[in-house]
């Protein structure tokens, strides 16, 4: 346990186990099958502890843990007692055109618990979903406090074994985390700064994931293994950034930290929401991830009728030439967005850099590079244009390059290498967004951010990094871990290669295909690497090798796959070894599957399809055979809710299916 000598310690314990000789106030999901009770008072627990329990479908998920918020501000050590509580029944649904399902259920029981000791008053926000459970703290106005330090929160979450989880690496200097591979290993060899979402393999019917929602203003949570109880994980919040170096080819920072307090908040003020997802698979967690963003604020936009989401073309060469053959390929393949990337305003890892100013950056290209000129051209073909911008000239220009950028014509902004983790950093950022939202432009943010739901109250932000994409040179294999880890956070930026010669080392081009569908992004970035046919040639080396699109038939898949879905359903779900995902947009179907190391047989039905109704399908896969640069096979078929087919995957191989209703 922590010993200092400071006015602070609360101590909730949070028990997920049955409990029922105890005073007990219980919320329960509405189909009952998630229930989170709370003790306020307890033979478990002392010196003012709470105790919860939780369980899903009666089986005991989470031990007694303990959830200290330590504060020099306020006595939370003292015995509370229940002062009031307040229960609420929400049965809700709301719409968005930028999500993996256009109708999204948010229903709900909740119980605030408002207590108070001799020196300390506190709220308890406790949910239940079907979906999952989540708490909150909320620490009213007392004392003629005007605000509060927080120097830090800590939760213990006590397993009955040693679970295997999927851990992100450890957190080290100058090391990538959010985007680093994922691993599985016992619980107890967990390092520090593993990732959010994370998941825990609790019994192979059960699998639930440790997340956070509604982080906004306040220092990123992140898990480690508790050194000092055997079977559990302890989440701590990040600390103050004193100051950033950056490894200036990976792109990996290393922040320094402070030991002042890891949060300022004026009273009141609650907590982001700290969330237990749960599931019976990997495929039911992944379909009802929908619960991270339910625990955010509904939009602030109210016509967010200019929020375009769509496929995009980034653009390498920085010219004038390859800006206007970009946007006539775009044009001509329904791609929505051109980009255009780092060092078009000069060295982006240059502080001196100036996003004001068209400064090309020679390693990057020889110029000439008229944006505007570029922009006026893509307005007249209906093409809309991104640039990309480092935090550097971020942090000290948004300010000033948001109308500029508006003057330009520009409909979106890729934000590079941010900071991530602490207090303020998290603040600035979305922040930032919602003044971009402000100059009617779209947000990826890129490297080290993983999303917590702002896009459901600014959906303006439209994707982020925070994964191993292709970029890294990922295995078929480890994009199937992705797709159940990572994505339970919500969308994530993938930059799918085509013609790059990392394809053959990833997994094949069908399964490339397959990205589109399996790897959720409402800005979905195509062809990374590769340059459109009347662009220049980009010689650089900066990319290694980089290839001409082509015309091969099967990219007419690409030209047709939306980015956004009406509704999803996971069809195959074995982490690391295969993925099956079937999505709707209106009427029609489109299924991504990915294999992993072993080849193996798929046997998939169609009961999801609308019974009586006769549909056409296309349906793309590996062969070898096929006389083209990418060996993609197209066949035709009908099909119906009963009908069914077996795929003969080989290893590394995938398949997708475009699928038309008839009548």
């Known amino acids: 346990m922590f010993k200092r000598k400071l006015v602070y310690l609360l101590a909730i314990t949070i028990l997920f186990f049955a409990c029922s000789k105890q005073n007990e106030i219980v919320v329960q999901s509405p189909d009952g099958q998630n229930t989170l009770s709370v003790f306020p008072t307890s033979e478990l627990t002392e010196n003012g502890q709470i105790t919860f329990t939780v369980k899903y479908k009666h089986s005991e998920i989470i031990l007694p843990s303990v959830l200290e918020i330590r504060s020099k501000d306020i006595d939370f050590s003292q015995a509370f007692a229940v002062k009031n509580v307040e229960e609420k029944l929400v049965q809700n649904e709301w719409t968005t055109n930028f999500g993996e399902r256009s109708t999204i259920p948010d229903n709900y029981n909740q119980v605030k618990i408002y207590l108070e000791s001799s020196s300390a008053k506190l709220n308890l926000i406790c949910r239940a979903y079907n979906e999952g459970v989540a708490f909150a703290y909320e620490i009213p106005a007392q004392n003629e406090l005007a605000e509060i330090k927080v120097d830090d929160e800590r939760i213990s979450y006590q397993f009955a074994s040693d679970h295997m989880v999927w851990s992100t690496p450890e957190r080290k200097p100058r090391r990538l985390t959010a985007q680093g591979e994922i691993n599985k290993i016992p619980l107890s060899e967990l390092k520090e700064g593993c990732e959010r979402p994370l998941l825990v393999e609790v019994a192979n019917d059960i699998k639930i994931a440790l997340a956070e929602a509604r982080l906004v203003d306040y220092a990123r949570l992140s898990f480690n293994a508790n050194k000092e109880v055997e079977n559990s994980i302890v989440s701590t919040l990040d600390g103050k950034i004193e100051d950033t170096k950056q490894d200036l080819v990976s792109g990996a920072v290393e922040n320094i930290r402070s030991e002042e307090a890891k949060v300022e908040m004026k009273l009141p003020f609650q907590s982001p929401w ?200 990922v295995p078929n294999s480890h994009t199937l871990i992705t797709m159940f880890t990572r994505s339970l956070a919500g969308a994530a930026d993938n930059t799918v290669c085509y013609y790059n010669k990392r394809v053959e080392t990833m997994g094949s081009h069908a399964s490339q295909l397959a990205k589109t569908v399996c790897i959720f992004s409402p800005l979905q970035f195509l062809y990374w690497y590769d340059k459109a046919p009347a662009a220049p040639v980009k010689d650089d080396a900066l990319w290694g090798n980089t ?117």
Do not use: C
């Not at 971020?394 to 390059?401: A, G, W």
């Not at 091969?552 to 195959?572: A, H, I, Q, Y």
């Not at 035709?636 to 590394?652: M, P, Q, R, V, Y």
């Open 547 to 663: 290839n001409t699109i082509g015309n091969e038939p099967e990219l007419e898949f690409f030209n047709n796959v939306p980015t956004v879905w009406d509704e999803t359903k996971v069809l195959t779900a074995e982490i690391g070894e295969i993925g099956v995902i079937a999505r709707r947009k209106g009427n029609d179907w489109w299924i991504g599957g990915i294999n992993g190391k072993t080849a193996r047989q798929v046997d998939l039905d169609f009961s999801f399809l609308t019974e009586g109704a006769s549909y056409s399908a296309k349906i793309y896969t590996d062969d070898e055979s096929v006389n083209t640069r990418t060996h993609v096979r197209i066949e035709e078929t009908e099909l119906t809710a009963g009908s069914s087919i077996t795929f003969d995957l080989k290893a590394n191989n995938g398949f997708t299916m475009h699928i038309q209703k008839l009548n």
């Open 274 to 473: 700290r969330v237990v997802m749960m599931a019976d698979s990997y495929g039911e967690l992944l379909e009802n991830n929908y619960l991270i963003q339910n625990l955010n604020d509904p939009s602030a936009i109210e016509d967010d009728s200019w929020i375009t989401p769509g496929k995009v073309l980034r653009e390498g060469t920085l010219t004038t030439q390859g800006g206007l053959a970009a946007i006539d390929f775009v044009a001509s393949h329904n791609m929505q967005y051109v980009h255009f990337d780092a060092g078009w305003y000069g060295n982006e890892m240059d502080n001196a850099s100036d996003a004001t100013t068209v400064t090309l950056d020679p390693k990057r290209s020889k110029g000439p590079f008229d944006i505007e000129a570029v922009s006026a051209y893509a307005k007249e073909k209906g093409v809309k244009v991104m640039l990309y911008v480092n935090r550097r000239a971020l942090e000290k220009q948004l300010d000033d390059i948001l109308p500029l950028f508006q003057e330009w014509g520009i409909a979106g902004i890729k934000y590079g290498f941010v900071r991530v983790g602490d207090q303020h950093a998290t603040a600035w950022m979305h922040e930032a967004i919602k003044k971009t939202a402000e100059h009617k432009m779209v947000v990826d943010v890129h490297d080290e951010y993983r999303p917590t739901g702002f896009s459901r109250t600014y959906p303006n932000l439209l994707t982020q990094e925070g994964i191993r994409g292709d970029e890294e040179t």
